[in-house]
């Protein structure tokens, strides 16, 4: 869609995906990425470590059984999608903004580790889109297929 902002961020899992299906069957895996820049201080001659980042990421159908299935904690990813920003209210009626990426892409960093790939079967991809979003906060299916949820879905509390 024009006018979103795409995003890749590569950072290191700070959890296990989590999958969970919508009442239409659609599989999403939810995971959050750490990403922390590291500049070299030449006064004292180390490496420091930046402030994080830390996004919460929503991959939909086949890509999120996959997710589920091959990546674990501690993991590096490279994970590229739409950033997203909700505003909610927490327990105690504060308003929070949270930024989230709805993933189009994420496979795993090759620059410290090897990794085998297994291809699915062809046609393993899910085509519909689920009908509600099961109140998955507003994320969308990757690949912009389907409706978009009601404007009210993005006034829920996070993951």
Same mark, same amino acid.
């Given at each position: 869609?024009?006018?979103? /902002?795409?995003?890749?961020i590569? !950072?290191?899992?700070? #959890?296990?995906?989590?999958?969970?299906?919508?009442?239409?069957?659609?599989?999403? =895996?939810?995971?959050? *990425?750490?990403?922390?820049?590291?500049?070299?201080d030449?006064t004292?001659? +180390?490496?420091?470590?930046?402030?994080?980042?830390?996004?919460?990421?929503?991959?939909?159908?086949?890509?999120a059984?996959n997710?589920? +299935?091959?990546? /674990?904690?501690?993991?590096? *990813?490279?994970?590229q999608?739409?950033?997203k920003?909700?505003?909610?209210? #927490?327990?105690?009626?504060?308003?929070? /903004?949270?930024? +989230?990426?709805d993933?189009?892409? *994420?496979? *795993?960093?090759?620059?410290?580790?090897?990794?085998?790939?297994?291809?699915?079967?062809?046609?393993?991809?899910?085509?519909?889109?689920?009908?509600? #979003? !099961? !109140?998955?906060?507003?994320?969308?299916?990757?690949?912009?297929?389907g %409706?978009?949820?009601?404007?009210s =879905?993005?006034t +829920? =509390? %996070?993951?």
């Open positions: 869609m024009s006018g979103e /902002t795409v995003i890749t590569v !950072g290191n899992l700070v #959890d296990d995906p989590e999958i969970r299906f919508t009442p239409a069957g659609a599989a999403v =895996a939810k995971f959050r *990425v750490a990403s922390t820049p590291r500049v070299f030449k004292i001659n +180390e490496w420091k470590d930046g402030d994080g980042l830390f996004l919460t990421c929503s991959v939909w159908r086949q890509a059984e997710a589920a +299935e091959t990546l /674990t904690r501690g993991m590096r *990813v490279i994970v999608g739409r950033l920003q909700r505003t909610y209210e #927490d327990r105690e009626q504060v308003k929070r /903004t949270v930024y +989230e990426i993933v189009e892409e *994420v496979g *795993v960093s090759l620059a410290r580790a090897s990794a085998k790939v297994t291809k699915n079967p062809a046609g393993g991809r899910q085509a519909a889109a689920p009908s509600n #979003d !099961g !109140g998955w906060g507003g994320a969308q299916p990757a690949g912009n297929t %409706p978009v949820p009601p404007a =879905a993005a +829920e =509390a %996070p993951f």
